[in-house]
């Protein structure tokens, strides 16, 4: 384990005074996520205080959060561990909630997540084992070759249980105000159990909302409420939000425009479905087509453009953009209108 990365510990305060403290974690080699410490009240005896995320369960991003947590203290501020209020995962996916269960040995706050990420946060098993049994359905769907790489790095991203179980976590639901504090946002897209939490004019916007990328998608045969179509349903629910000045994303910096970062992630999904339409002028696999958007392919890119691929063609297919057709052996089969 290397030392703590030094925290930059970012700070906003709100228009009721509360403190957004950014905690920036090491959540595996190359990728950096940011949990969040919500602060009210006295800097000597605060009324409330509540981690957003808890990156993964690297011992560099736990030992960051530690250490993060440890600054916020020294900077003046009397939180500890043991005084935490609660916990909230936006969704589910291991950069973000991987470190609960390190989060729950040194502190007895409550957990809250989604309705729909209870089951996969207390028992993570079952979405393993929901992906091992639908994974070569799947594959079949998207053209993949049953013996090649790719599908072979699929199944066993089924086998990865993204955390260890996490104890008894409660249900938030859309417009639920918890705690008195933040009012909670559904935002599926990126996760069909993603939230985002607005506390007075800024919302923690998870991975709905990132500064310099579009969040990865998969579709929604894949995950329920994952895929393009809920997506944007999110974006334009988010927009319609009145007198937001602020948005912190998952990772990396600061949104002082949300509006603006909207408009351009809301572009930049209308550019990639657009060329994904334009390289389907002959009958096509999501497999091939994602060749021919990116015929430079690599590795590490491969599951993630996969993934992304099958949802522009699911939304494609769902609003009358290309026709679809399915192969003899199960592929489906789509070329633009």
Known sequence: MRAPSTPELACHTTASGARLYTLPLRAFAGLRANAYLAVQGDPARPDYTALVDTGSAQPDSVADLQAALAAVRAAGEAVAWETLRRVVITHPHPDH???LAAVRALSPAPVAAHEWAVPILEHPEERRDAWTAAVDSHLRWAGIPLDSDYAARLRRRGQNLMQPPAGPVEALRDGDRLDGVFEVLHTP?????????????????ADHLLPHHSPPLMPERYQRGAGVRHYLASLDRVAALPGLTLALGGHDGPMPDPQGRIQGLRARLQAKLAAARAAAQSPTTIFDLTHRLHPTLRPLQAILLLDQTAALVEYLVETGAVQADTRDDGALLVQAR
Do not use: T
């Open 97 to 99: 909630a991987g470190g």
């Open 189 to 205: 897209g990126h996760d069909g159990a993603q939230v985002c939490l607005r506390l007075d004019e800024v919302l923690l916007s």
